[in-house]
């Protein structure tokens, strides 16, 4: 195919901030149009969440507390991993996917803002519809789940800077996951694995607290901690002081390494293009 | 009926083989019915490592169980898989060409592609089973084994029934794919677990409102001779096996039924 020689691109991140922008706006209208998709969704999440407690709850039966923890923390812990893994989701793997597949990533990357801030784009946009509406099912999670306010002051701020990592390293990991439809065109297997791995080593179905030894080593070697233990733990006020800077810590170094191997990957991915479309 | 069973197979077949011309999607495919089963089980293995019991249940009762409701879902998705896809078919008037071809519809579509990642499944199920069968120390009979067997084919049976009912509502309303997810959950997530700690009215919703109960926590109570600790009668769970005759031969006849409304839009 022929592709039209590429719009000079704006000059410098300022200039282009309109065009991130929009593809942002033009992403949130078409996620909202699949809000019954998302409401199904959010049924799907509850379902979850109320199994967790009904079986954690005969789990616990009368015990106290279990490694420091009483049912209502760990819990609350649980309801809150499980909404946090859901709206802090990469929404770019299938995207790209598709493009790669079907071939309409020539004209995306003729377009005047790169590709990877198209994609940057779409996952903004994507998570300004998710989040309010996170926000708006957090009494149905109170409801079906159990819910509390931060251990403190200090771990609610801290715990919101956590989250703030934890969406950096997502949004990689999207990404990557997307670019590995360079070579195989095919990425849903990969998606699916993804999603089962990250629940459970984020601490999605059992807090990390309770792993067995060998099991909690591996799980802190993941990047998935980052993505909901690390941030909840700080929230109900598991980890304190020096601890909670140390797990920022931690996802600011996965943050830096996905970074750097997202710039490498693409840009072998991009001299694949080459050797397809030639 | 036997030669309904030659062609069954002959249509199976026909779509395992264009499945194996993507050998590495395939693999990929049967890991991730796995992986996806299997997380599931995972949990419980890392609570009951901490906690020895659910509900006075074991962990390797509760693997038997888990095991037991895998393979009836591993064969369920084997054998009618594709009914997931009627949705599309009807939406986009593909359906069309179903009903002018001299094979029963229902047939063609169930055999259209061959379901891979249900070998995972399946598979999961074998293994897990096996290895909790150890555990959990079932006396088997040559009469618990025909149960096993008959449950396993009932529990493919009410899933599918009730998937197929479903899928007969696409003829009028042409979604209903989030109605097949949630139900889909409810199946693979509350079916997997000693029911006594959903409490009373739960349980009696997921027996006989959604009959997750039938599919595998009822018959398991009566493979590990726990069947005291219901809250029906016992009954129930000696005859579950047919509860998915009857609910597959419901759910034909309202498909029978629907197919009637079958407007093939687009047209």
């Known amino acids: 195919m022929t592709v039209a020689a590429p719009a000079p691109r704006p000059s410098g991140w300022t200039a282009r901030m309109p065009a991130y922008a929009k593809v942002t706006a033009l992403t949130a209208e078409t996620v909202f149009t699949y809000r019954f998709n998302i409401a199904f969704e959010l049924v799907g999440l509850f379902l979850q969440i109320f199994l967790l407690k009904v079986v954690w709850t005969a789990i616990y039966a009368d015990r106290g507390s279990v490694e420091g923890a009483d049912l209502a923390t760990l819990l609350t812990y649980l309801t809150i991993a499980n909404l946090q893994i859901w709206v802090v989701w990469p929404e770019t793997t299938w995207l790209l996917q598709r493009k790669v597949r079907e071939g309409k990533i020539a004209q995306d990357l003729a377009r005047p803002i790169g590709l990877i801030g198209q994609l940057l784009g779409h996952q903004f946009g994507s998570t300004l519809v998710f989040l309010p509406i996170a926000l708006v099912a957090l009494p149905v999670a109170f409801l079906v789940g159990v819910l509390g306010p931060p251990a403190s002051i200090q771990a609610g701020i801290l715990y919101v800077a956590s989250v703030a990592l934890a969406y950096g390293v997502v949004t990689w990991i999207g990404l990557l996951m997307g670019m590995i439809a360079f070579w195989t065109l095919e990425t849903s297997g990969m998606q699916a694995i993804y999603r089962f791995a990250n629940l459970f080593f984020a601490g999605g179905l059992v807090p990390l607290w309770l792993f067995p030894g060998p099991l909690r080593a591996v799980a802190e070697l993941l990047p998935f901690q980052t993505q909901a233990h690390i941030p909840v733990s700080i929230y109900i006020g598991r980890i304190v002081g020096v601890d909670a800077l140390r797990g920022l810590a931690v996802q600011a170094i996965w943050v830096v390494l996905l970074g750097l191997l997202v710039r490498v990957v693409w840009s072998r991915a991009m001299r694949r293009v080459v050797i397809q479309g030639g | ?267």
Not at chain 2, 5 to 33: D, P
Not at chain 2, 68 to 75: I, M, V
Not at chain 2, 136 to 148: C, N, R
Not at chain 2, 250 to 255: I, N, S, V
């Open chain 2, 1 to 267: 009926m036997t030669s309904m069973l030659r062609l069954y197979v002959a249509l199976a077949g026909a779509g395992l083989r264009s499945e194996l011309q993507y050998r590495a999607n395939f693999v990929i495919w049967i890991v991730t019915g796995a992986v996806y089963q299997l997380t599931g089980f995972v949990f419980v293995w890392v609570v009951l490592t901490r906690f020895e019991a659910i509900a006075g249940w074991t962990l390797g009762e509760v693997a038997f169980l888990y095991g037991l409701r895998l393979l009836g879902h591993g064969a369920g998705l084997l054998m009618f898989n594709r009914m997931i896809e009627i949705e599309t078919l009807v939406r986009e008037a593909e359906f069309d060409r179903f009903l002018v071809r001299p094979v029963p519809t229902l047939l063609q579509v169930v055999t259209r592609r061959f379901p891979v990642n249900a070998l995972g499944d399946f598979g999961g199920g074998v293994v897990l089973f096996l290895a909790a069968n150890s555990l959990a120390g079932v006396d088997w009979s040559p009469l618990s084994l025909a149960f096993l067997v008959l449950t396993v084919l009932g529990a493919a049976l009410v899933e599918t029934g009730i998937k197929l009912a479903i899928a007969s509502l696409n003829f009028r309303f042409l979604s209903t794919r989030a109605l097949v997810r949630v139900v889909d959950d409810l199946f693979s997530n509350f079916g997997n677990y000693p029911m006594r700690i959903f409490g009373g009215i739960l349980q009696l919703l997921l027996t006989f409102a959604l009959p997750v109960a039938f599919v595998a926590y009822l018959p398991a109570t009566v493979l590990l001779a726990r069947t005291d600790e219901l809250a029906i009668h016992p009954a129930f769970a000696y005859l579950a096996p047919l509860a998915g005759v009857v609910i597959y031969g419901l759910a034909y006849l309202f498909w029978r039924g629907e197919l009637r409304h079958y407007q093939s839009s687009g047209h």
